[in-house]
């Protein structure tokens, strides 16, 4: 059982520089999102999806693009990544009924330099 | 606006040193309560979701409860394995699928 498979685990970034993170899960969820972690604080909502085609921003949107194409992935961009982009990214899933858990990713940790 | 403090920060227990992990929670209308287990380097692992004030879940040695305002995860008599970072998280009503998590509590087992 793959669950929310993210990659890459590592990546190292110059300012200015763009980047995709990828998240695919295969357990046909149709409720997506990304958050980041960073020391001392709780993992943060950036972006979120209630299906293919729809998305929508969540606690710390600004720098980040996402879209929803199908419903296994959810890539979520940088678009000029800065130093306070260094985190290390989750993605999760769940049915989107209820009060369903979400499942994660192992995360992706960037750096930017 | 929803909030989730979790206290101690950081508990070391020596194994088999029963102890308690405590969530205070605020928010709008409380759709679930949720604990994750975090090992370094990982995703945070699904644990426990609690809907109700009084409910409970068990699951090995972890025992979640829920009241009105907080949360809290026994943890019995645990083991070295039991090391990890747990995590509490609330979804509100008004926020769908939305998770607010608190900061964490590092847990160290030592044998």
């Known amino acids: 059982n793959a669950g929310v498979t993210q990659t890459p685990k590592f990546q190292v970034l110059k300012t200015g520089q763009s980047m995709t993170l990828q998240c695919a899960q295969d357990?046909?969820?149709?409720?997506m999102s990304w958050y980041r972690q960073d020391p001392g604080m709780g993992l943060r909502l950036i972006h979120y999806s209630v299906g293919a085609g729809i998305t929508d921003q969540g606690e710390v949107p600004n720098g980040y693009n996402v879209s929803r194409s199908t419903t296994e992935d959810f890539p979520l961009r940088l678009l000029s990544a800065a130093p306070s982009q260094t985190s290390v990214y989750f993605c999760?899933?769940?049915?989107?009924?209820?009060?369903?858990?979400?499942?994660f990713g192992d995360g992706t940790r960037l750096s930017i330099l | 606006e929803d909030q989730v403090t979790q206290s101690p920060e950081a508990l070391r227990l020596q194994e088999g040193e029963s102890s308690s992990l405590n969530c205070s929670y605020t928010?709008?209308?409380?759709?679930?309560l949720f604990w994750y287990r975090q090992d370094p380097g990982k995703g945070p692992e699904f644990l426990f979701t609690?809907?109700?004030a009084g409910e409970e879940k068990e699951k090995e040695r972890l025992k979640a409860t829920l009241t009105k305002k907080e949360s809290f995860l026994h943890i019995t008599a645990p083991k070295p394995e039991d090391s990890a970072t747990y995590l509490c998280a609330v979804q509100a009503y008004t926020g769908f699928q939305k998770l607010v998590f608190g900061t964490g509590t590092r847990l160290l087992v030592s044998p």
């Open positions: 928010v709008s209308g409380l759709r679930g």
């Open positions: 357990m046909n969820h149709e409720y």
């Open positions: 609690l809907y109700s």
């Open positions: 999760a899933s769940g049915t989107g009924e209820g009060n369903q858990p979400q499942h």
